[in-house]
């Protein structure tokens, strides 16, 4: 692979110099900030995700203080008591983007989180523990365990919230292909563990996290 002080150089270049690159990269939180946040902040931030996937992110986030609302604050305790009675009320709320599907997995993902507070001691503390080295673990795990975190959905999910990972847009693909870490589809098993590899190699080399290495890796397209 390149040596990604020269990865980052282009990438630099192609935003008119380190310092413009360094106002673009984001900054993860760590295990104790993570653990900090409230179970309620990260439902509705796993929630809006969800919804956002497949419709108008504009949209989503323009409605979203309505259907905090509507959503008793997505508070994990009363979501995940949700019954037919509730999850009627819900679709029938012009406050809520009426997805039937989407509304069940915020009352199933409630469910979920309240499983992972016993066994793990919260939900921040959960994603803090997840070691970076294996994010895509996280990732299958968000797949396996929560409802619609698939695809994109989740890793999406983890960088909003601040968990350091990478992410696969199609321009981190593009970056990856060219330093022949991938081939064909990039969420193959195989092609997840090449991706990590190499994320992990890039990591101890620069010193930088996951998320910033996503980011100049795009950047360098």
């Given at each position: 692979?390149?040596?990604?002080?020269?990865?980052?150089?282009?990438a630099?270049?192609?935003?008119?110099?380190?310092?413009?690159?360094?106002?673009?990269?984001?900054?993860?939180?760590t295990?104790?900030?993570?653990?900090k946040?409230?179970?309620?902040?990260?439902?509705?931030?796993?929630?809006?995700?969800?919804?956002?996937?497949?419709?108008?992110?504009?949209?989503?986030?323009?409605?979203?203080?309505?259907?905090?609302e509507?959503?008793?604050?997505?508070?994990?305790?009363t979501?995940?008591?949700?019954?037919?009675?509730?999850?009627?009320?819900?679709?029938?709320?012009p406050?809520v983007?009426?997805?039937?599907?989407?509304?069940?997995?915020?009352?199933d993902?409630?469910?979920?989180?309240?499983?992972?507070?016993?066994?793990?001691?919260?939900?921040?503390g959960y994603l803090?523990?997840w070691?970076?080295?294996?994010?895509?673990?996280?990732?299958?795990?968000?797949?396996r365990?929560?409802?619609?975190?698939?695809?994109?959905?989740?890793?999406?999910?983890?960088r909003?919230?601040?968990?350091?990972?990478f992410?696969?847009?199609p321009?981190?693909?593009?970056?990856?292909?060219?330093?022949?870490?991938?081939?064909?589809?990039?969420?193959?098993q195989r092609?997840?563990?090449?991706?990590?590899?190499?994320?992990n190699?890039?990591?101890?080399?620069?010193?930088?996290?996951?998320?910033?290495?996503?980011?100049?890796?795009a950047?360098?397209?």
């Open positions: 692979m390149t040596p990604f002080a020269k990865i980052e150089a282009i630099a270049a192609q935003k008119g110099g380190a310092k413009e690159l360094e106002k673009l990269l984001p900054k993860p939180r295990r104790a900030a993570l653990a946040i409230p179970d309620d902040v990260f439902l509705s931030m796993m929630a809006k995700q969800i919804f956002r996937s497949g419709f108008v992110w504009k949209i989503v986030d323009y409605k979203w203080p309505a259907m905090e509507a959503f008793a604050g997505f508070d994990p305790e979501v995940a008591a949700f019954a037919e009675p509730e999850l009627a009320e819900l679709l029938d709320d406050r983007i009426r997805h039937r599907a989407k509304i069940e997995s915020v009352r993902n409630a469910a979920w989180m309240l499983r992972v507070q016993r066994t793990k001691g919260g939900f921040g803090g523990d070691p970076v080295d294996d994010v895509v673990g996280l990732w299958r795990d968000l797949d365990e929560a409802s619609r975190l698939g695809g994109n959905s989740g890793p999406i999910f983890l909003e919230v601040g968990k350091d990972t992410l696969l847009f321009d981190v693909v593009k970056a990856l292909r060219r330093e022949k870490v991938v081939k064909g589809e990039p969420t193959t092609n997840l563990a090449s991706a990590q590899e190499a994320f190699a890039w990591r101890k080399e620069s010193g930088r996290p996951l998320c910033q290495l996503s980011k100049i890796l950047c360098s397209v």
